[in-house]
């Protein structure tokens, strides 16, 4: 079951930089020595990417802020021939972060993380769109924001399954897509398929450990409408300052709202602080 606002959620399909003749000339403004690494990182997100800007990273690579979707901009790398792609933390002798500083100087403030109070967290997920793993009878249920492409996902999901198997938990996932090029995609296909929690665990099945992949293969043509779903899911990811996945939202065992950001340490644990 795939549940959702109206169609008209807000997001809007994101101008994709493609890399044609008429579309490239939108180009114009990337210096030639990022061209190559902007037409990699285009290429690798089916189209989907918008270059905002490009700066000199340290350690001789290409900065990028990327928009993957509306409301939803990242920092990434590439070699200066463009043909490696380097997204994460990138930190000097000394420990710092760079990419921090970076994002904060490059990105967009709107797409900066707020900070969301867990109740009205709880409220929030309602207006995205969801599908629903498990029995709808199960008593204790979850909100996941998870992303195709992330491997600490993935092993949250095998960890809840053995729970959602028993018919004692539900997961209304939350499908965003954000962690590398081929995430969106991939999202964008999962919630187009007539059963999008079969493909969810197809992706999971085959994911790709060591590339940290998942293994659905994305659409040659995705539907504009699950395109849209995908974006706005992903800027209410960003506006709701969910910095990661996964990202789980629960009611606990006294009937409060709860997050837990990242991977549960203890799964037995987690799953039986969730009220039901």
């Not at 499908?175 to 398929?193: M, N, R, W, Y």
């Amino acid at each position: 079951m795939r549940l959702g606002p109206a169609r008209s959620l807000v997001g809007g399909l994101a101008a994709g930089l493609l890399l044609t003749s008429s579309a490239w000339a939108m180009a114009g403004t990337i210096p030639h020595s990022y061209q190559a690494g902007a037409k990699t990182i285009v290429a690798m997100s089916h189209g989907q990417a918008k270059i905002l800007r490009t700066f000199r990273a340290k350690a001789g690579l290409n900065g990028y802020t990327v928009q993957l979707s509306p409301g939803h901009a990242l920092v990434m790398y590439t070699s200066p021939n463009g043909k490696y792609v380097f997204m994460g933390g990138v930190f000097d002798k000394a420990g710092h972060n760079l990419s921090v500083a970076y994002a904060h100087q490059y990105l967009p403030k709107t797409d900066l993380p707020q900070k969301i109070s867990p109740s009205a967290m709880g409220k929030a997920v309602e207006k995205t769109t969801n599908f629903l793993i498990g029995s709808p009878k199960a008593t204790k249920q979850i909100w996941f924001v998870g992303d195709p492409n992330c491997i600490f996902c993935h092993m949250t999901y095998e960890h809840l399954l053995p729970y959602v198997d028993k018919g004692e938990l539900k997961i209304h996932l939350i499908p965003v897509g954000f962690l590398k090029p081929s995430s969106a995609p991939k999202a964008e296909t999962i919630i187009a398929s007539k059963n999008p929690a079969k493909a969810w665990a197809y992706d999971e099945a085959h994911f790709n450990v060591p590339e940290e992949e998942g293994g659905i293969v994305p659409l040659a043509k995705i539907p504009a409408n699950d395109q849209k779903d995908i974006q706005a899911n992903t800027a209410w990811m960003s506006h709701h300052g969910i910095n990661g996945t996964p990202f789980l939202v629960y009611q606990n065992a006294q009937g409060h709202w709860a997050v837990n950001p990242g991977m549960p340490e203890d799964t037995k644990a987690f799953v039986q602080g969730i009220g039901g």
